[in-house]
């Protein structure tokens, strides 16, 4: 594999870089990992979890495409500390990824955006890490944290107001997954169940009139529950937009 300048501002520039995730001590998975090609070292717009321009660059762009982790969809936007383990070239904190899209590799659980594969290197080591092209490394689940950022439920650019809505929910924090989401249907007074549509992408044909209100089921550190979010989209919602909640994902 040769190596461009763009490839080599890649190395360069991640030093600086803090990662929007912390880390804990659990205990750590064996695996392998490499990375996808990418001309600006940042993560991919058209992944799998149907995060978008988010997808890109959440995280300083520290992303990963998985395969095993990706649960049909429930895996996206999960945070991992994954790092390389040649002592010689790996740093012993590697680096914290978010979960953006879906990817197989030479049997790696992790490919990796140019920019997070980087962050695994020892100072100076970054190009010797790349010519391996895979390497060995170990896991481990950890909570995301974004400071700064409430979590947000966007309306999915392939919305159609006023007769088909998708949403994808961003800046999910903690260890939680989100298992499914129900739409208020205040005509019946009762919840109904929106379609997984792919990766993170949920949907509905018809969806009701007025503001929305969306509960989501969650499994996390507080076990299996129901996380509401009254009146989170405004009546006139208009498609690409993202818009904040009050909820606390853990």
């Known amino acids: 594999m040769g190596f461009s300048l763009k490839l080599q501002y890649c190395l360069v520039s991640v030093m600086v870089l803090l990662p929007a995730v912390c880390y804990s001590q659990d205990y750590f998975v064996k695996s392998r990992a490499t990375y996808y090609g990418s001309p600006d070292c940042l993560g991919t717009p058209s992944g799998a979890c149907g995060f978008g ?9 520290n992303v ?4 095993r982790l990706y649960k049909n969809g429930t895996g996206c936007g999960a945070c991992y500390q ?8 790996c740093s012993d904190n590697g ?8 990817g197989e590799g030479d049997n790696t659980d992790f490919i990796l955006s140019p920019r997070a594969y980087a962050r695994m290197a020892l100072p100076e080591t970054g190009a010797h890490l790349f010519a391996y092209g895979v390497v060995d490394v170990e896991y481990q689940r950890i909570p995301c944290q974004y400071s700064g ?10 919305s159609k107001y006023s007769n088909y809505l998708a ?7 903690g260890k939680s997954e989100i298992l499914s989401v129900d739409i208020w249907q205040e005509d019946c007074k009762e919840w109904i169940g929106m379609r997984r549509a792919y ?21 996390g550190s507080a076990g299996l529950t129901w996380v509401q979010a009254p009146n989170v989209i405004p009546k006139y919602w208009k498609a690409g937009v993202a818009y904040e909640t009050d909820i606390q994902l853990y």
């Open 199 to 219: 990766g993170a992408v949920f949907d509905m044909a018809n969806p009701p009139s007025g503001d929305i209100s969306l509960r989501f089921q969650v499994r």
């Open 53 to 61: 321009e988010y997808g890109r660059s959440v995280n300083d762009a």
């Open 167 to 173: 949403i994808v929910v961003l800046y999910q924090a």
């Open 149 to 158: 950022y409430k979590t947000q439920v966007k309306v999915h650019e392939h």
């Open 64 to 67: 990963a495409g998985v395969s």
């Open 82 to 89: 994954v790092r390389c383990t040649n002592p010689q070239i």
């Open 95 to 102: 680096v914290n990824i978010v979960v953006t899209d879906y």
